[in-house]
């Protein structure tokens, strides 16, 4: 599995009467990668897929969260719009918010707060649904 079909994946699950935008922009550096938007509002995400957990519990997982990127979330932040940053790892993911979008994440923090699929799901529908 890839970033491209970890977030087709998701987007898979999601509600018809839910506005779904996979963004695509190549004269834009640092957008996120997807926007949802329902009755209860907006989130923004940016998607990142790590191909497989590192061998040792201590080793950094490397997201590859650019500078601008990092500047796109936190505005967002700043304007009042909910972003998220997911962390997807085979079949499961971290869903991380302001504050945590640079923090070291280690194999064994990932294993004791990684969600699946189905959470993220409820995350972007409560988030943009539910509100």
């Given at each position: 599995?890839?970033?491209?079909?970890?977030?087709?994946?998701?987007?898979?699950?999601?509600?018809?009467d839910l506005l779904v935008w996979k963004i695509h922009d190549s004269y834009v550096g640092g957008v996120p990668d997807a926007m949802y938007a329902g009755p209860a509002g907006t989130l923004w995400v940016e998607y990142k897929y790590?191909?497989?957990l590192p061998k040792r519990d201590s080793t950094l997982i490397?997201?590859?969260l650019k500078p601008l990127q990092l500047q796109w979330l936190n505005k967002l932040h700043n304007c009042g719009?909910?972003?998220?940053?997911?962390?997807?790892?085979?079949d499961t993911a971290l869903i991380l918010l302001v504050n945590d979008w640079t923090a070291n994440i280690t194999k064994e923090y990932y294993i004791e707060h990684k969600v699946?699929?189905?959470?993220?799901?409820?995350?972007?529908?409560?988030?943009?649904?539910?509100?």
């Open positions: 599995m890839n970033e491209h079909s970890f977030i087709k994946s998701i987007h898979r699950t999601l509600p018809s790590v191909p497989a490397k997201t590859t719009q909910k972003a998220a940053l997911i962390v997807g790892i085979e699946n699929r189905s959470l993220i799901k409820d995350f972007i529908i409560c988030s943009t649904m539910e509100g």
